[in-house]
């Protein structure tokens, strides 16, 4: 539904404060809930306390922009800018003003800011059963590039991959895991690394005597890179418990995918994978975060 003039007039976007933490909360678990449940499908988190830490966390290492819409809070979204790829998401507009524009002047205000910050490119994972949201981003110049599922359920079967040994992740592999990121994305994550390792979530794969892939832990806020799919199903074998819903599979890696199904994993939901700027598909097997 296209704004109405009297409605977009209304609206006001303005940078997010840590006292919108718990109306924003609501509104994402509201919103969320509501598309997914008319979808069929379940909600990725239904515990008002896990909406309210992810808007914390998105806020402490990116940029969030919330709308108001005639004084009230009405929704929200956030972009982060700590690598080149700036990644948007996720964002929420309260489900009683839908159709009013908010979605799109929350999304114009994030991709304003990177190109003010000089970001050669931005990413975002797009719920693939949500039409409003696919469309929305196509008319504002965001461009499908690989078909995700999230998958559920830890590897049953292959607990160890021969020729592959998984450990985990220290410091010292942290210029070695970068190499490995540069290769498959064109650029390093080394902050999300860094991270990982710190917090004791990161494991490196070696096979032949070197390190051919990392992951920094396994679910929605967690990605992975390695040289090979068998790096890639070790690192998987390794896996105690997925964070959130579930870990996001490239379908588009036919080999990765069948194998995540063999070994007993089910797909739960569907992304589309979106980016807007320059894009070099990744090279190698990766498993992208809710981000990119």
Known sequence: MKAQPEASSRIKVRAGRSNDRDVCG?????????????????????DLADWKHMFEVLSSVGHCVVAEMGG?????NFIDERVQVG???PISVSPDVQGNGVGRMLMQAVIDRPRE?????????????NFRSLSLYTKLGFEVQEPVVVMAGIP???RSVPGCTVRPASIADLAAGNTVCHKVYGFD??????????????FAVEREGRLTGYA?????????VAESNLDMQALLCAANKFDGPGVLIPTRNSELFRWCLESGMRVVLPYTYMSMGPYTPPQGAFIPSIGF
């Open 189 to 202: 994550r080394s902050l999300d690394l860094q991270s990982a390792i710190e917090r004791g979530d990161a």
């Open 87 to 89: 990644s948007v998401g």
């Open 156 to 158: 049953l079967k292959r």
């Open 26 to 46: 609501a509104i994402m678990l509201e919103a969320f809930s509501a598309i997914n449940k008319q979808h069929n499908f379940p909600p990725e988190f239904p």
């Open 117 to 129: 910050q000089k970001l050669a490119e931005i990413r975002l994972m797009q719920a693939a059963f």
């Open 72 to 76: 009230r809070v009405v929704g929200s």
């Open 216 to 224: 920094t832990g396994f679910g929605y806020f967690s990605h992975a």
